[in-house]
Structure formats: structure tokens, C-alpha cells
């Protein structure tokens, strides 16, 4: 009986010092810099981590950790253009990728041609 307080008690401490969430929040100041991709054709109306599905005419995108609904600017390096997102889905899970973006909001910043971009992400307030 001892030992399973002793073990509620360590998992509760650890609760209350690292909380649920490891995600960067609004106050942060979150940047990040890496590679954009967008989803392919046939994810067109299929099922995203949040539950929505995929519409590659909306501007959202994939981010491994932030939370859905955050709404972050994505500027692409090379021109400058920038569009702003809404994060419904997780991934990307390919090294370098830090966020997978609809085919619409991928073409307001680059060709679709041009496949990958090198990106910075930034919160939107």
C-alpha cells in the first residue's frame, strides 16, 4: 500500500511540474525553421488527427506538436511570401519537414512544382 502512494505521489508531482502539454504556447514566441511539403491529391476528404476532414482549397496544415486551432504564418525563405494557417493535422513525419501544408495554401507561397520549401513558422497572435 506504501509503495503504490509513493508511486501516485511521484506520478502527481511530475503531472504538476511538466503539465499535459508540450506544445509552445501563444506567449512563447514560437519560430521554427525547416522544410514546408503539402498533402497529396488522395487525402482530398479524408479524416485529419482532429477529426475534420481534409479540403485542399482550405488553408491548414500539419504540425507535429501544436495544438489544433493555432493559427500560424508560414513564410517561404526564398520570395518572402507568406500565408496563414490553421493546424488541424500532425505530421509531418519525414526529417527536415516541419509542417505539411494544404495544396491552396502551399501555391500562395510557392509552385507546386517545386514540391518542398524551405520555410520559417511563426505564431499568429
Known sequence: MKK???TLFTFMACLSLFGC???PTKSAG???SGQASFYADKFQNRKTASGEL???DKHTAAHRSLTFGTKVKVTNT???D???VRINDRGPFIRGRIIDLSQSAFSQISH???GVIN???SLVP
Open 112 to 114: 507546386t512544382r517545386s
Open 21 to 23: 502539454s508540450t506544445a
Open 4 to 6: 503504490i502512494r509513493i
Open 54 to 56: 481534409y479540403q485542399q
Open 119 to 121: 520555410v520559417v513558422i
Open 78 to 80: 526564398e520570395n518572402g
Open 82 to 84: 507568406s500565408v496563414v
Open 30 to 32: 514560437f519560430t521554427a
